[in-house]
């Protein structure tokens, strides 16, 4: 990706705090990324690493409180998302920015039919007439492969299945032809077929509309088959941002590295043990001081407890957040 | 290799739909229709397909937690498939299951203690400082802190949970443990973990496992032989190697095509993948002839008339499918 290039979305510092009964949980530490136009950026990392929790509150889909955006920059064209009228944001979103949730049986309204759903972001943001907005809701039905789009509008979510109504969540998303598509976790739920379905129809999509697409998900295989560029998360940071060659040939973090390894593959040579990534994820209470990853690093050293490492570029786009790598060579 | 430990027989576990003002049944939903495997003595099978084709409740059904339709199942030298349930009570402690969800599978009113030792109380006579000393004994084995027995389930992590409910499954020192999906709930990171330890047991306890799932590369780590099933019926049953490198069935081509290569340096073209098109037919009304034949790439008139008999193609490799007929 060239630098200094038009960037449609780009997001500086952002800091999020969840406040609960037990205390503050930082859940968010000043996270920095930028996506240019048509590029899928991937986001990986475990459950509680934060890159659901800093996707939904681009556009502002945090219950708030508990959660509390503290600090950042959510800049879409220029425009800063954060400090946007309520009234401006509900244009964003579904809008300018669509939204995949991971779980296609329950984010949709199981009262209302399909059609509807479908027709209500076209007759809000883009102000069509029902006849218009029925039209063109049986155009994005086919776009994502539904046959008998005209007939199916009138069905309820029910009498979909999974990957099925995957595929509508997909084409409300995408249905004003948002300049960003944030997809989380849109195929963990759906078996290994319909998920080769659903990543052949984004492709496609994104070659037809050229949007922008961010893709959430801890499948590295995933990733690597459809990510120009990928952002690692740990601990509510990002801690390795690469294009989507270097992570996997050339990972500089050592927790990009073990997550590597302890993923087996159905192809190469089979290990007889599975590495582990020993302990548990942090629970982040408090601002990071330090290293975030220690007590799971194999090459913790004196320095990972007393400094958090910031993220630095190494060179070739790839940006590293670890205190190991300064010294060795970026090769 | 020894002898089988597990043997199931044309295992039907149909489950009735009752329908209509005086609920008569009108149907019935095939979840397993017709599946027949061995497990060796100290092996692991793996059984893996899409989610509704019957995988689980294939794997429940061997265990007699459903009361099956028909077939034969023995275990240990046992037939079991039509046992009262009352008399299956003496066998249970030689088979254990693990289940999926560890957040659901474990008591959040009862302490690990007490959910570990609880199969001990069923089953054992023992005093309560002898199933003190097996509880301390199995939490060591399957890395938890003895620290920790007198804690509630909530209080733990979703990989801790699930060796909670590892422990309580070794508890009765059994032979034959089903694992239905044991890491689906976990983290990647934490799923090693877990697999791991179920490689180790199994080689310090001589286990037998059914290791039930739907995430192929995770099977091909710990399986030594695979069965794949489909809408109800074991389409293909061969050894890891021969399973993976060359797959016979359509279907498990398709699946394992379809399984994304986590290195971009590896992964495949475009045109290397199979696509299946269109869902899984209803097991309440699966297709004529062949049940894959709505999807299946490679199609012929006769898959549509006449259903494919699983059988063994080469030594070791079942297959159900007319493609591999002619072969001897």
């Known amino acids: 990706m060239p630098e200094g290039g038009r960037r449609v979305l780009e997001v500086l510092g952002l800091e999020i705090v969840f406040h609960t009964r037990d205390g503050e949980i930082h859940a968010v530490n000043d996270v920095s990324f930028s996506l240019a136009p048509g590029e899928v950026l991937g986001v990986v990392g475990e459950s509680g690493s934060g890159k659901s929790v ?13 959660a509390r ?10 425009e800063n998302l954060l400090m946007v009228s309520p009234a401006r944001m509900r244009q964003v979103r579904g809008g300018e920015v669509g939204f995949v949730f991971q779980d296609p049986m329950t984010s949709l309204n199981p009262v209302f039919t399909v059609g509807y759903q479908l027709a209500e972001p076209l007759r809000r943001h883009m102000g069509m007439t029902k006849r218009a907005a029925r039209a063109r809701s049986i155009e994005l039905l086919e776009l994502v492969g539904i046959p008998d789009a005209a007939a199916r509008l009138r069905d309820y979510p029910h009498q979909f299945s999974g990957g099925m109504r995957q595929r ?24 290994v077929t319909i998920q080769a379905q659903i990543l052949e129809l984004l492709q496609d999509l994104r070659a037809q509309l050229g949007m922008a697409i961010i893709w959430i998900t801890h499948d590295l295989g995933v990733i690597a088959g459809i990510a120009d560029r990928v952002m690692v998360m740990y601990g509510g940071q990002v801690v390795e941002q690469a294009p989507v060659r270097e992570v996997f040939g050339n990972p500089q973090h050592p927790y990009t590295r073990a997550l590597l390894k302890t993923v087996p593959s159905v192809t190469g040579a089979r290990a007889a043990r599975l590495e582990v990534i020993e302990g548990q994820p942090p629970i982040l209470t408090s601002a990071p001081s330090a290293c975030s990853f220690r007590d799971r690093c194999a090459d913790r050293a004196a320095q990972c407890d007393r400094e958090n490492p910031v993220l630095r570029a190494i060179g070739g786009g790839h940006d590293v957040a670890c205190h190991q790598s300064y010294g060795g060579c970026p090769a | 290799m020894s002898a089988a430990l597990v043997q199931v027989r044309d295992l039907k576990m149909h489950f009735p739909i009752y329908a209509g003002l005086f609920r008569r049944q009108v149907g019935s939903v095939k979840a397993v229709d017709g599946v027949s495997f061995d497990i060796m003595a100290g092996e692991t099978l793996g059984l893996v397909g899409e989610s509704g084709c019957g995988k689980s409740t294939c794997g429940r059904a061997v265990l007699r937690l459903y009361d099956i339709t028909g077939g034969s199942i023995t275990i240990d030298g046992r037939e079991i498939g039509h046992v009262p349930q009352s008399a299956l009570m003496g066998m249970r402690p030689t088979m254990q299951m693990v289940f999926q969800d560890p957040q659901a599978s474990l008591n959040p009113r009862m302490t690990v203690a007490a959910i570990i030792g609880e199969p001990l109380d069923e089953h054992t006579d023992w005093s309560k400082a002898q199933k003190l000393d097996r509880i301390y004994e199995l939490m060591d084995q399957v890395g938890l802190n003895r620290q920790f027995a007198h804690r509630y389930p909530h209080a733990f992590s979703g990989g801790q949970r699930q060796r909670i409910g590892i422990a309580r499954a070794l508890a009765l020192k059994p032979k034959f443990i ?3 999906e044991p ?35 995770m099977v091909r780590h710990i399986a030594d032989r695979v069965a794949v ?81 699983f059988r063994e193609v080469t030594p070791g490799r079942f297959v159900a499918c007319h493609l591999y007929e002619t072969v001897n």
């Open chain 2, 178 to 180: 089903v694992c239905d």
């Open chain 1, 168 to 191: 509508v969540m997909i084409a409300i998303a995408l249905a004003c032809e948002p300049k960003v598509l944030i997809a989380d976790e849109p195929t963990t739920a759906l078996d």
């Open chain 2, 229 to 309: 099933m489909y809408l109800g019926q074991v389409v293909e049953l061969a050894p890891r190697e021969a399973l993976y490198h060359n797959p016979l069935h359509p279907y498990t081509q398709a699946l394992l095509s379809a399984v994304p290569e986590p290195d971009p340096a590896r992964a495949q073209t475009p045109q290397s993948r199979i696509i299946l098109r269109g869902d899984v037919p209803s097991p309440a009304d699966p297709p004529k002839g062949c049940n894959f034949c709505t999807r299946c790439p490679q199609v012929m008139a006769r898959c549509k008339t006449e259903a494919p008999i």
């Open chain 1, 54 to 66: 800093t996707m939904m509150s681009l556009i502002g889909l945090l219950p708030s409180p508990p």
């Open chain 1, 69 to 78: 955006v503290c600090r950042g920059q959510v800049l879409l064209d220029g």
């Open chain 2, 183 to 217: 890491i689906a709930a976990l983290d990647v990171s934490i799923q090693a973990q877990v697999v791991n330890l179920l490689e180790t047991l199994q080689d310090e306890l001589g286990l037998t496992y059914l290791f039930i799932s739907h995430d192929l590369s």
